[in-house]
């Protein structure tokens, strides 16, 4: 197992897949709100896609700060990963363009990436949190 903080981050990376499901964590006034959301991770920025209209939208434009969590669950034991950060609305239109093209439903929901009804959210300012499964000591780190 890697112990140094950098070998840990590669670890980290390597279990952070280009698209995956993650419990995203938003806040509406002092009520935690969590859901399943599909999160992008392009060159280790995570991104989400949404609708312009939907609940978790409208808490991160009004409360930016986000967390998401990856259960592990592998044989030998549980562990997750836990990513806390600042959720910015992109409206960048080449960022947009880009990342849109690299949403598999993009055009299951929306007419394309300069549809007024797509949302697109980066999360920065990133502090991981990594749980090995199988064990009981946490590793945290900033991006």
């Known amino acids: ?11 980290v990376w390597r279990r952070l897949k280009p ?5 995203l964590a938003t806040g ?8 399943p959301v599909t999160l992008l991770n392009i060159d280790q920025k995570f ?11 409208r808490q991160m434009r009004h409360n930016p700060n986000v967390e998401f969590c990856l259960p592990l669950d592998v044989e030998g034991g549980n562990g997750y990963l836990r990513v806390a950060g600042l959720a910015t609305s992109v409206t960048d ?3 947009r363009e880009a990342i849109g093209k690299q949403v598999p439903f993009l055009r299951e929901f929306w007419a394309g990436s300069d549809d007024p009804q797509f949302a697109l959210f980066c999360i920065t300012r990133v ?4 749980l090995r499964p199988g064990e009981m000591t946490a590793f945290t780190f900033l991006v």
Do not use: H
Request: charge should be negative; avoid cysteine; hydrophobic fraction near 30%.
């Open 1 to 11: 197992m890697p112990n140094t903080l950098p070998e840990i981050q590669e670890e």
């Open 19 to 23: 698209l995956q499901s993650v419990y």
């Open 28 to 35: 509406e006034g002092e009520q935690p709100r969590v859901r």
């Open 47 to 57: 991104w989400i896609a949404t609708s312009t209209r939907s609940a978790k939208a």
């Open 93 to 95: 239109p080449e960022t």
């Open 127 to 130: 502090e991981i949190e990594y």
